[in-house]
C-alpha cells in the first residue's frame, strides 16, 4: 500500500517538478538576455496547449515510440526515486533515450533522421561516462543500490569529485542544452528544424515535452546521489547542490555556441576517460 | 480553459518580401519588445506552429510552399499577413509575377499593414490572432 502511494507520488510530482524547473530555466535565460521572458508557467501552459491541438500521424508506429520512450523514462524515475538499482536506472533510462531514436527515425523526414543520427553520437558521447559514474559509487560503497549509496557516512563526492565534474560536464548533453545541443535544443528551431521533433505534433509533441521534464529530475536525481548521505543536512545540501548545477547549466547554455559533432564526441571522451579513469585510479591507490 | 492564447507558436514564412518587414518580425523578439513574454515561441516547424506569419506579396514559387506549410499544420491554426505586401501586394500589386496578397491563396485571419510593419503592430497582430485561435479550438470542439 505505502509503496503504491509512493509510485503515484513520484508519477505525478516528478514532471511537475521538472516543468517548473523549465519554467525558471526560461525565465532565467530571458533574464539573463536582458529580457522580461515568459510566466514560470510557461511550460505547463505549452503543454496544455498541445494536448488540445490535432495530432498529425505521419505512419502509423511513429506515435508508438514517443509512449514507449515515456513509459521507459517513468520506469526510471520509479527505480531511481524508490531507491533502486543503479545499473538498472542507466539501463533503462538509456532504453527509453533509444526509442526515442527511434521515433526519429520512423517519420522518414530527413531532419528527423538527421536529428536521430545526432542524437546517436550523443549517446555515444555520454553513455561511458554514466557507466564511469556507476562504476564509481559502486566502488566507494560496494552496492549499486540507491538507497544504500545514500546511507552511508560520508557522502560519495569525498571520493569521487572528478567523476562529478565528468558527470556534470556530459549532463549538458543530458538536459539539451548548449554547447551539446546537436539533436533538438530550445534553441536550435532554425538549425535542424526541430531535430528528432520535426514531425511530432499536438498530443505526442507534448508527451515528448513531458518526457524530458521527467529526464531533467533524472538526470539531477544523479547529482542528488553524489551529495546524500545519512544525516540530513547532506540531503538538503544535496538539493541545493542540484539546483547550483542547474543554474550552472543555464548560464553555460546562454553563453556558449554550439559544437561541431566531431568535438562533442572527442571531447566528452576525453574529459570521462582522463577524469573517470584518473579518480578510479586513485581511489584502487588508495584502496577504499 | 484557453491555453492558446498563452502559447502562441509562430511559423514565419518570407513570401517574397523585401526583407523589411522579416527584420520588424525579428526585432519583436529581442529584448526592447520581447514577444515571449506572451509565451510566443518562433519555430521553423509547421507541425509545431499555431500561426502562420507570412511577410511579402505571393508569387508563382512561393503559392505551392505557402499552400504546403499551411497543410502541414494542425488545427486550430491562424495566418496573420504582415506589411502591406502581404495584405494587398502593396507597390507590388500590377508586377507581372505578383498574384496579390496572401488572401489570394489562404484565408488570412489578421492584416498587419505598413511598410514595413512595425514590431508593436505585429505583436498586435499576434495577439489578435489568439483570439482567432481560441474560436476556432471552440469551433473544432463543437464539431
Not at chain 1, 505549452?46 to 508506429?61: C, R
Not at chain 1, 553513455?127 to 549509496?149: H, K
Not at chain 2, 502593396?90 to 510593419?117: Q, S, W
Amino acid at each position: 500500500m505505502m509503496l503504491a502511494v509512493k509510485i503515484l507520488l513520484i508519477i505525478i510530482f516528478t514532471p511537475l517538478a521538472g516543468g517548473l524547473l523549465t519554467g525558471f530555466d526560461r525565465k532565467i535565460s530571458a533574464r539573463l538576455q536582458g529580457r522580461q521572458g515568459p510566466p514560470v508557467l510557461q511550460p505547463f501552459y505549452d503543454v496544455l496547449k498541445l494536448l488540445q491541438k490535432e495530432t498529425i500521424e505521419v505512419n502509423p508506429s511513429h506515435r508508438f515510440y514517443v509512449y514507449v520512450s515515456l513509459m521507459f523514462i517513468i520506469l526510471t524515475a520509479l527505480i531511481m526515486l524508490t531507491g533502486g538499482d543503479i545499473l538498472l536506472t542507466i539501463f533503462v533510462l538509456t532504453l527509453g533515450s533509444i526509442f526515442f531514436l527511434l521515433g526519429g527515425y520512423a517519420s522518414q523526414s530527413p531532419y528527423s533522421v538527421l536529428g536521430a543520427e545526432r542524437e546517436l553520437l550523443q549517446m555515444m558521447a555520454y553513455e561511458p561516462m554514466m557507466f564511469m559514474t556507476a562504476a564509481g559509487l559502486y566502488y566507494v560503497s560496494n552496492t549499486f543500490f540507491i538507497r544504500d549509496i545514500v546511507n552511508r557516512k560520508m557522502p560519495a563526492i569525498i571520493y569521487l569529485p572528478a567523476i562529478f565534474v565528468g558527470f556534470v560536464f556530459i549532463l549538458t548533453f543530458k538536459l539539451r542544452k548548449s554547447p551539446f545541443d546537436l539533436s533538438l535544443g530550445h534553441h536550435a528551431h532554425q538549425e535542424l528544424v526541430q531535430g528528432i521533433s520535426t514531425e511530432y505534433s499536438g498530443r505526442s509533441l507534448a508527451f515528448i515535452e513531458i518526457t524530458h521534464w521527467y529526464e531533467t529530475i533524472i538526470a539531477l536525481g544523479f547529482v542528488y546521489i553524489f551529495f546524500a548521505a545519512d544525516s540530513i543536512g547532506t540531503h538538503i545540501l544535496a538539493v541545493i547542490v542540484c539546483l547550483i548545477v542547474y543554474l550552472f547549466e543555464i548560464i553555460l547554455d546562454n553563453s556558449t555556441v554550439r559544437v561541431k559533432w566531431q568535438k562533442a564526441l572527442s571531447l566528452a571522451w576525453l574529459v570521462s576517460g582522463v577524469l573517470g579513469t584518473a579518480n578510479l585510479v586513485v581511489l584502487s591507490f588508495f584502496n577504499f | 480553459m484557453s491555453f492558446n492564447k498563452k502559447s502562441p507558436w509562430i511559423l514565419h514564412y518570407d513570401a517574397t518580401s523585401c526583407n523589411g518587414c522579416d527584420i520588424e518580425v525579428l526585432a519583436s523578439l529581442t529584448p526592447l519588445y520581447d514577444v515571449e513574454r506572451f509565451g510566443v515561441v518562433n519555430t521553423g516547424d509547421p507541425r509545431h506552429a499555431d500561426i502562420l506569419l507570412i511577410t511579402g506579396s505571393v508569387n508563382g514559387q512561393s503559392i505551392p510552399v505557402i499552400k504546403q506549410l499551411y497543410e502541414q499544420m494542425p488545427d486550430p491554426k491562424a495566418v496573420v499577413a504582415v506589411g502591406i505586401c502581404a495584405t494587398s501586394g502593396g507597390i507590388f500589386a500590377d508586377c507581372y509575377n505578383v498574384e496579390g496578397g496572401v488572401d489570394k491563396v489562404l484565408p488570412v485571419d489578421v492584416y498587419v499593414p505598413g511598410c514595413a510593419a512595425r514590431p508593436q503592430s505585429i505583436i498586435d497582430g499576434i495577439l489578435k490572432a489568439c483570439d482567432i485561435l481560441e474560436e476556432k479550438q471552440k469551433a473544432l470542439k463543437g464539431r
